[in-house]
Nanobody, 116 residues
């Protein structure tokens, strides 16, 4: 499985961005997908996750009500809609996918910078 993120960039506080994660390869085997982020000097943290049928999602408390995760299985793409962005959301965002038999896969990361 290969995962490629896009959609990062620079935005002012209060603005919005939508990240995309396009999957290729054994996409039918992907169970859960989601997003982690890592800010400079901080540990990587889970931002949001979604299971294969899209019916269950999970969010970090810090992004609840502002971020929405979704996936389009027909397009093999996952999205993270980020609204009301704050400077503390600045980080490199990584998408991941899990396959029960082979483990965890990562994208290369996309930078999100929120200016105050």
């Amino acid at each position: 499985v290969q995962l490629v993120e896009s959609g990062g960039g620079l935005v002012q506080a209060g603005g919005s961005l939508r990240l995309s994660c396009a999957a290729s390869g054994s996409t039918l085997s992907i169970n859960a997908m989601g997003w982690y982020r890592q800010a400079p000097g901080k540990q990587r943290e889970l931002v949001a996750a979604i299971i294969s049928d899209g019916k269950m999602t999970n969010y970090a408390d810090s992004v609840k009500g502002r971020f929405t995760i979704s996936r389009d299985n027909a397009e093999n793409t996952m999205y993270l809609q980020m609204n009301s962005l704050k400077p503390e959301d600045t980080a490199v965002y990584y998408c991941f996918g899990t396959i029960a038999t082979t483990g965890l896969y990562w994208g290369q990361g996309t930078q999100v910078t929120v200016s105050s």
